[in-house]
């Protein structure tokens, strides 16, 4: 039987991507404004640069305030559409959006109020600690978790084996005893495996139908689920 249950935040019990879908609006309007017309294109650059930099802030490179004006900056520079005010303005619509206008998918509560009572429930989830500590404060669940692991606090995110090392280790887990539940297969699915946690795929968005592993639509029926899994 497992006992311990790891939880993504984004996507998995919030839904991140509408947020971040309307955020992605505004700034869209906003890019038009100054010239740049070809959102779809920005926004490619956009993933990249973001991910690179957000490595570099967890490495204490670069603080989270440049993490957070560099993943504009350099994009508008290259689209010849610099200014200095630009970068938190962009910045701005979107953490309001992506923190503020967000809410949980209608089947976590009744979820998490079920299994809390049976597994130690913990949120494993990427980003900076002010932002998703206070995303997860205004979602009001943090009543059902024992401990809340952000990456920027330990300084590893996930897909990094030493992510879940950590947070084993600090609670004393037999790993075969853990499982790991998230919507993203590159962060959440290959990060347990490579550190040999199961993992169950939550595809809310029907974006991974190939998938090969168990996977779930929603949390309804995770628990039985969770009853299926046998510990050697």
Not at 19 to 37: D, P, Q, S, T, V
Not at 109 to 124: E, M
Not at 158 to 164: A, C, G, T, V, Y
Request: with cysteine.
């Amino acid at each position: 039987m497992k006992k311990h249950l790891l939880f993504d935040l984004d996507d998995t019990l919030c839904n991140y991507t509408e947020a971040e879908i309307n955020a992605k609006k505004l700034i869209n309007k906003y890019l038009n404004k100054i010239g740049i017309k070809d959102t779809e294109l920005f926004w490619k650059h956009y993933r990249n640069t973001n991910q690179i930099l957000f490595n570099e802030f967890l490495q204490k490179k670069i603080t989270k305030d440049e993490y957070r004006y560099l993943r504009f900056s350099k994009i508008l520079s290259s689209f010849g559409a610099f200014k200095e005010n630009t970068p938190y303005i962009l910045n701005d619509i979107l953490t309001r959006e992506t923190n503020e206008n967000i809410y949980l998918f209608q089947d976590v509560i009744n979820c998490l109020d079920k299994l809390s009572r049976i597994y130690n429930l913990f949120i494993v989830t990427n980003g900076p600690c002010e932002t998703q500590a206070l995303k997860i404060d205004r979602l009001g669940i943090r009543k059902y978790f024992s401990e809340i692991f952000i990456s920027e606090e330990i300084g590893y995110s996930k897909p990094d084996p030493r992510l879940f090392e950590y947070i084993t280790e600090t609670f004393d887990m037999k790993k075969e005893e853990v499982v790991m539940i998230g919507d993203s297969i590159n962060h959440d699915i290959l990060g347990a495996k490579n550190s040999n946690i199961d993992s169950i795929l939550i595809d809310r968005f029907d974006k991974n139908s190939n998938f090969i592993g168990m996977k779930i639509i929603d949390l309804t029926n995770l628990n039985k689920i969770l009853d299926s899994f046998i510990v050697e």
